[in-house]
């Protein structure tokens, strides 16, 4: 099974402040990696798939990066809205598995 | 617009069975694989299984392999989840989830969950 280390587990930061989220898998997945945000009580939205492809009506400031083994999700410019949970994914191989996610909380 | 629905949730003791339903609707459901995803409260994210846009290719993880099946019926826009032999390590909120495309490409919509409880 292919592992997902993500780190920081928390980051706190301001808004408006620029976020940096990385993720590691264990083996080369190339580019098969998503990212996705969870909000409490709510299922989780995907931003990013396949390393670097914003989702359907996601913001320019998600951006995703990296293949291989080192990934990394950067936020631009926090917004109130985007303090949240983030989990990468890889579907390089079965099973999918995710990471354990990134708390970005307020500062 | 795209709309899942989860059903089915409840409380079983552990050894029986169970079935979640998920009802989909603004999409042409026959041509997208679906996913079932599950979450511990509090906790991190555990896919379970996907199956393909026709049926004909079925995937899980190695917790849930041999115990639940997942299905679909193209006619009536519906992603099933039978879980047999429930463990109290199966209680979770339980997502399905639509793909981009006919397998395994992302998960692109999420329904709201339905909450399977396993304890005697």
């Known amino acids: 099974e292919i592992v997902l280390t993500q780190s920081p587990a928390t980051l706190s930061l301001s808004p408006g402040e620029r976020a940096t989220l990385s993720c590691w898998a264990s083996?080369?997945?190339?580019?098969?990696l998503a990212w996705f945000q969870q909000k409490p009580g709510q299922a989780p939205r995907l931003l990013v798939y396949?390393?670097?492809n914003r989702a359907t009506g996601i913001p320019a400031r998600f951006s995703g990066s990296g293949s291989g083994t080192d990934f990394t999700l950067t936020i631009s410019s926090l917004e109130p809205e985007d303090f949240a949970v983030y989990y990468c994914?890889?579907?390089?191989?079965?099973?999918?598995?995710f990471g354990p996610g990134t708390k970005v909380d307020i500062k | 617009q795209v709309q899942l629905v989860e059903s089915g949730g409840g409380v079983v003791q552990p050894g029986r069975s169970l079935r979640l339903s998920c009802a989909a609707s603004?999409?042409?459901?026959?041509?997208?694989?679906m996913h079932w995803v599950r979450q511990v409260p509090g906790k991190g994210l555990e896919w379970v299984a996907v199956?393909?846009?026709?049926?004909?290719?079925?995937f899980y993880g190695d917790s849930v392999k041999g115990r639940f099946s997942i299905s679909r019926d193209n006619s009536k826009n519906t992603l099933y989840l039978q879980m047999n032999s429930l463990r109290v390590e199966d209680t979770a909120m339980y997502f399905c989830?639509?793909?981009?495309?006919?397998?395994?490409?992302?998960?692109?919509?999420w329904g709201q969950g339905t909450t399977v409880t396993v304890s005697s």
């Open positions: 989830a639509k793909d981009l495309r006919e397998e395994a490409y992302g998960m692109a919509v």
């Open positions: 603004g999409f042409t459901f026959k041509s997208y694989g």
């Open positions: 199956i393909s846009h026709d049926g004909t290719r079925k």
């Open positions: 083996q080369d997945i190339g580019s098969y």
């Open positions: 396949d390393a670097s």
């Open positions: 994914q890889q579907r390089r191989d079965w099973p999918l598995t």
